[in-house]
């Protein structure tokens, strides 16, 4: 691992720690690369260089609009290949909160995301992106007549 050193002024280690108490860190290391992790991340989206992605996609809605709910799931259905779950949750008599986990092509991605946070009486909708690296292969596990398996595995890229 390698190590360096940062030099910060009173006030502004003051606040660091602060924050870093707040946020649970154990000490500034881990917040320093976790900082530089989001920061990474971000610039490699930016520059169009994080070429697969997971994310999260949250979004809250009135399930009384009228055939919204089908035009969501209709959406969902359409990009099957970019949808691995979704969860729905009642937040109260009028609204519900859906949070959708995608992983793809990370332009795909965002396109969806974005697709579907525009629908119309669609509210508060946020998407969270995690560049990762994709590797999409198959498997002979020898377990019977279906033992070649299609997969894929997602790592962080940093």
């Known amino acids: ?13 003051k606040q660091f720690d602060e924050l870093i108490g707040q ?6 290391s881990e917040a320093v690369r976790d900082m530089l992790r989001t920061e990474l991340e971000s610039a490699r989206l930016e520059k169009q260089e994080a070429p697969y992605c997971v994310a999260s996609l949250s979004y809250v809605y009135s399930h009384h609009a009228r055939d919204l709910t089908e035009r969501l799931t209709d959406l969902q ?5 970019l949808v691995l779950s979704s969860m729905h949750v009642h937040l109260d008599h009028d609204n519900c909160l859906e949070t959708v986990i995608l992983r793809g092509a990370t332009g795909e991605v965002s396109k969806f995301a974005n697709e579907l946070m525009a629908v ?3 509210r508060h909708g946020k998407v969270n992106i995690v560049p990762v690296e994709m590797d999409d292969h198959g498997h002979d596990h020898s377990h019977g007549p279906r033992s070649h398996q299609y997969h894929v595995h997602t790592r962080p890229r940093t």
């Open 1 to 13: 691992m390698d190590r360096f050193t940062i030099s910060l002024n009173e006030d502004l280690a």
């Open 23 to 28: 946020k649970g860190y154990q000490n500034r």
């Open 77 to 81: 259905h359409q990009h099957h290949h």
């Open 120 to 122: 119309r009486e669609v």
